[in-house]
């Protein structure tokens, strides 16, 4: 891998209990070019990645509950990550979680994932970007720590 190949990957977190969702959203993200750094099932794994963890993917309901909000708080607003939710509830969301970026509601097709993504890791960059058309986004997500 080049150099600036490796500038521009980016440390991907999957947070889901589902296993062979999770496996598939590994592996569109590995086929991106980014890094999967990990697949948590509940919040003590999802924490334990997130030195390492510059976007995440949350579902809400985990192996250890609705734990996926609490999850995708600590991540943004205590580590700088990213976070962008994925779940088939997004209603539980209300309007958000300050930090995060949005909800995309599942089930998703591959192409809605590489989108969403891609949007993720553009926020992340700080750069410009255009939301895909099923992302919910969040009114607060430029108090990440820089003006969006």
Not at 42 to 50: I, K, N, V, W
Not at 64 to 86: E, K, N, W, Y
Request: charged share 20%; hydrophobic share 40%; glycine share 10%.
């Amino acid at each position: 891998m080049t150099k600036r190949a490796e500038v521009m990957t980016c440390n991907i977190l999957i947070v889901e209990d589902e296993i062979f969702v999770a496996a598939e959203i590994e592996h569109v993200i590995a086929e991106m070019g980014h890094k999967p750094v990990g697949i948590a099932a509940d919040q003590r794994t999802a924490l334990g990645y997130a030195g390492d963890t510059d976007v995440a993917l949350v579902d809400l309901n985990l192996q250890d509950g609705p734990t996926g909000l609490s999850i995708g708080r600590i991540l943004a607003q205590t580590h700088g990550v990213t976070v962008l939710f994925m779940t088939a509830n997004p209603s539980q969301l209300g309007g958000g979680i300050p930090g995060t970026l949005g909800v995309l509601p599942k089930p998703v097709t591959d192409r809605e994932l590489k989108q969403a993504v891609e949007y993720a890791v553009a926020r992340h960059r700080d750069a410009e970007a255009t939301p895909p058309r099923r992302l919910q986004l969040f009114n607060w997500s430029s108090l990440r720590g820089n003006p969006a």
